[in-house]
């Protein structure tokens, strides 16, 4: 109900009542399989941004390395 605290998400309201719309509000993005890095996607205006800092995957070359981040290593070489 309107006026009654509860944990904030991402909606673009003060769901927590502390004055601050969407504050804090983070998750991690993409994956860390492989070569892959994962990113951060950022709560702003209700809405949750581009993923930041996120390396993805990349066509599979046999250098050793799982290159498109799917579990295997230089499949098909």
């Known amino acids: 109900t309107p006026g009654t605290p509860s944990a ?3 909606n673009n309201l003060d769901d927590d009542c502390d004055g601050a719309v ?3 509000l983070s998750h991690s ?3 860390d399989v492989g070569e892959c890095v994962s990113g951060i996607q950022t709560c702003t205006g209700g809405v949750f941004g ?3 800092g996120a390396v993805g995957p990349t066509p599979e070359i ?3 390395l799982d290159d498109d981040c799917d579990g295997s ?3 098909g070489c």
């Open 29 to 31: 993005c993409g994956t």
């Open 62 to 64: 046999c250098n050793g």
């Open 50 to 52: 581009a993923c930041v």
């Open 8 to 10: 904030e998400t991402c």
């Open 73 to 75: 290593i230089d499949e």
């Open 22 to 24: 969407d504050e804090g």
